[in-house]
């Protein structure tokens, strides 16, 4: 059978201030990462609501433009509050008479970020 030495000389283990450095440096790098998943967090949220905002601007002037162009046919502006998928937005929509024939809309959506805005013009055919 083996004997075990006694290993005063030589190799040693590691001591409690080599440990105490090893710990800090992992807590450091784990800080780090945690903020870069928050931001992550934070980014794919911003995402999320620009994606609603321009689904909600877009629903909007598809919805005018089925209307008859006679119904459009007037200077105008109204809001609307709406809440989708826990978000909080405010729809403005205005309707601008460019000339007897064609009428300019605005769409925009604001929620806790920026806002979305779409414009197109409709035509009397």
Excluded: C, H
């Excluded at 989708?84 to 309707?95: I, K, V, Y």
Aim: hydrophobic content about 40%; aromatic content about 6%.
């Amino acid at each position: 059978m083996k004997q075990l030495r006694n290993r005063k000389n030589g190799s040693r283990g590691f001591t409690l201030i080599e440990i105490a450095v090893a710990v800090a440096i992992i807590g450091l790098v784990s800080i780090s990462f945690a903020g870069l998943f928050v931001r992550s967090l934070q980014t794919s949220r911003l995402s999320g609501e620009i994606t609603t905002a321009t689904m909600l601007a877009q629903e909007k002037i598809e919805e005018l433009k089925s209307n008859p162009f006679d119904g459009l046919y007037k200077n105008d502006f109204w809001d609307e509050r709406i809440e989708l998928n826990g978000m909080e937005f405010t729809r403005r929509t205005a309707l601008e008479i460019l000339d007897e024939n064609l009428v300019k809309i605005t769409v925009e959506v604001k929620g806790e970020g920026d806002a979305v805005e779409i414009v197109t013009l409709r035509g009397k055919i």
